[in-house]
């Protein structure tokens, strides 16, 4: 196998389980961003891919996120003899940023949406938690320069998401440590923001209408819920900056949340990747950090100790694997391992460093009852239900059969994002097998449309997936339905029906197919599965999946029929039965390009393939949709899923029969 270096080594081995040990993870984490800083410290640059913000911007964020990380722990031990020195970098690296004399270093004037605002942010949350290391020490010509710089936030042009918090933040940090701010600006803000959430109380990522919302991370954790329990926090503990009101409304919020938060990682600590900016990676559990740092009063039945279960196991999900970091220990743009494929076009080199966010709990000191609570695991009461309903998020969340995974009606963001039908569209979002991206946009392998209905008019060459969704709702049962167009002329109403139980090991979806009289082509389609892994065999030694006739307990391979189709690899089981295979129909597992699954680097896909022939004006699809991760210890010797597999493959004889079975209308 290829040689660790002890920079990685380091991170991978540490168990991060007490406050001791996460500050050692962060110094190392921090360790390539000194290695790559400007000999003044305003800027980082740790490689050479590009964004669509300036390269200045870019080398700053290096600076800044650091600071998610590095701030909370000056705030509550800035003498610690691994990183104080790095608290005085940081100081001169502020001076140094906002000093227009100093052209290699100084960050550069900003304009209307400028990414500066966003790492300005950071800057604004260490002046008000840790002014003694940032601000106090500072000259007073160095103070004027700083504050002149970050009050250019205010009267820019910002979009209408959780960068409104941004400016929020700035001039509280200015505020704490009585210099210039705007007060008008923090309550414009936020009470624009107010627009971001319904009746429910669950914020999304820009003003809520009938036909837009994001509920992806920004909304649930690492943004506008992050942000909302900070300022609640900082505005508390000085009387100068009280707002008591407030920070009781996002206390209330927070508490009404955190079921739906929780549900959203697996009990080994994985999350569910979903939505944009998944290489931020465990920021997805900075929501809980925030609560530890506010000394959020929990709702029953939670305590500290689940809270801290569940940030640490988050964490050591991704910082003991070492693909998902370079050869110097920084770490790359990517989920699981490296990609490009799944990045965003504000992705730099720099950017992965906001997974700091969920360090924050460093400002705790070792006498918190955070620290001194023994980690507990998973909370019982969420993995004895088969499913719970998040209505306004339209998903469906469930830990069935060992498997954590979202049911999705479709989210419709309103502007463009790279890959946005499948980051935030797809039938199903799973914590063990991810989800797919395209590496391109011809033939079916590189589409790679896992867990979703893929049709096309042009024999396989381009492929039509869900991009815009009409919420049909959520029943009580817990079905999902929404409408979908991939063209005009043809529309699409889908069901999602999660497990019935708590050791069910598949959802089902079923699709009803319309097509108006002015679309005359041939369609097919694949109705698919989760991608799976494609490789078996100990790591540094594995070998691709054999074909083999039939699926056998045990034993890696792909098999396929007319009725189904299964992949088994060293991570599980992956399948689709076709539930109205006398309709027509087969099962296959396809080839799919490397690199599209964030999980896994090389996956196989099963899917059933469907005809729906020029002049047939409507057509049913049912689908059962199998997977069962395999845990790491036992691997392919789990046992038991082959006989009901196989007792699965009898189908159903017509929609009528299907439809009542499943209870859906």
């Keep these: ?16 389980t007490t406050r001791d040990d996460l500050i050692c993870l962060l110094s190392d984490l921090l360790h390539p961003l000194v290695e790559a800083q400007s000999e003044g410290g305003a800027r980082v640059s740790l490689g050479h891919t590009g964004t669509h913000f300036d390269s200045v911007a870019a080398e700053m964020e290096g600076y ?24 005085k970098k940081w100081r001169e690296g502020l001076e140094a940023g906002t000093d227009p004399s100093r052209e290699d270093e100084y960050w550069g004037d900003q304009t209307d949406m400028d990414q500066r605002f966003v790492e300005m942010a950071a800057i604004g949350i260490s002046l008000a938690i840790a002014p003694d290391t940032f601000w106090n020490p500072l000259s007073p010509v160095a103070k004027k320069r700083v504050n002149t710089w970050l009050l250019r936030c205010n009267g820019r042009g910002f979009p209408t998401n959780n960068w409104r918090f941004f400016r929020v933040l700035v001039n509280l940090g200015l505020k704490s440590v009585d210099a210039e701010y705007d007060q008008k600006s923090i309550d414009d803000e936020l009470e624009f923001m107010e627009s971001f959430y319904g009746e429910h109380g669950f914020p999304s990522d820009c003003p809520q209408d009938p036909s837009n919302g994001a509920y992806d991370y920004y909304a649930t954790s690492f943004a506008i819920p992050f942000y909302s329990l900070l300022y609640a926090a900082i505005t508390s503990r000085s009387p100068k900056l009280a707002d008591p009101e407030r920070a009781e409304k996002y206390r209330q919020r927070a508490k009404e949340n955190i079921p739906n938060v929780i549900n959203l990682f697996a009990p080994g600590g994985a999350g569910i990747p979903f939505g944009r900016s998944m290489t931020y990676r465990f920021a997805i559990s900075s929501f809980f950090a925030a609560v530890a740092y506010d000394g959020l009063e929990l709702p029953q039945p939670y305590s500290w100790g689940v809270i801290k279960g569940i940030i640490l196991r988050n964490i050591r999900w991704f910082t003991q694997k070492p693909q998902v970091f370079n050869r110097d ?43 001194s609570s023994e980690e507990e695991p998973y909370p019982a009461e969420l993995l004895e239900k ?29 502007f463009p994002l790279r890959q946005k039908a499948e980051k935030y569209n797809k039938f199903a979002y799973s914590s063990s097998f991810g989800f797919s991206v395209p590496t391109g946009s011809l033939m079916f392998a590189q589409h790679a449309p896992d867990s979703v209905l893929a049709l096309s008019d042009d024999g396989g060459l381009k492929w039509k997936v869900p991009y815009k969704v009409e919420h049909l709702g959520i029943s009580d049962s817990g079905v999902l339905k929404a409408r979908w167009f991939p063209w005009p002329e043809v529309e699409i109403i889908t069901w999602l029906v999660p497990p019935s139980t708590t050791s069910t090991p598949y959802h089902t979806r ?29 790591e540094g030694t594995e070998r691709r999946i054999p074909v083999l006739d039939d699926p056998k307990e045990g034993i890696a391979g792909r098999s396929s029929n007319e009725k189904s189709a299964v992949a088994v690899s060293r991570r599980g089981v992956s399948g689709v039965i076709n539930l109205l295979s006398a309709q027509g129909g087969k099962g296959s597992v396809e080839d799919v390009d ?14 059933v393939l469907h005809e729906h022939k020029a002049g047939e004006r409507e057509k049913w699809i049912g689908t059962r949709v199998w997977a069962l991760p395999f845990s790491e210890s036992e691997g392919l010797n789990t046992k038991g899923w082959l006989k009901e597999w196989n007792e699965d493959q009898r189908g159903y004889g017509s929609i009528q029969e299907l439809k009542k079975d499943l209870g859906i209308a």
Excluded: C
């Design 1 to 16: 196998m290829p040689r660790i270096t002890p920079q990685v080594q380091s991170i991978i081995s540490n168990q991060v």
């Design 64 to 87: 800044a996120r650091a600071l998610w990380g590095l701030a909370p722990l000056m705030a509550s031990d800035p003498d610690h003899p691994l990183l104080k020195d790095l608290g």
């Design 329 to 371: 220990g920084s770490l790359t743009i990517g989920w699981a391992y490296p990609s490009l494929f799944m990045s965003e076009d504000y992705n730099s080199p720099q950017s992965p460093y906001w997974a700091l966010k969920s360090f924050f709990i460093l400002a705790l000191p070792e006498s918190h009852p955070f620290w």
């Design 386 to 414: 088969p499913w719970t309903a998040v209505k306004p998020w339209m998903q469906v969340f469930t830990h069935s059969a060992g498997h954590t995974y979202l049911l999705n009606g479709g989210t419709n963001v309103a």
């Design 510 to 538: 079923v699709h009803h197919i319309s097509v108006s009289s002015s679309f005359n082509r041939n369609l097919r389609l694949a109705d698919s599965g989760f991608a799976i892994h494609s490789h078996f065999g100990p």
């Design 594 to 607: 490397g690199n599209t699954n964030l999980i896994s680097p090389r996956t196989v896909l099963p899917t």
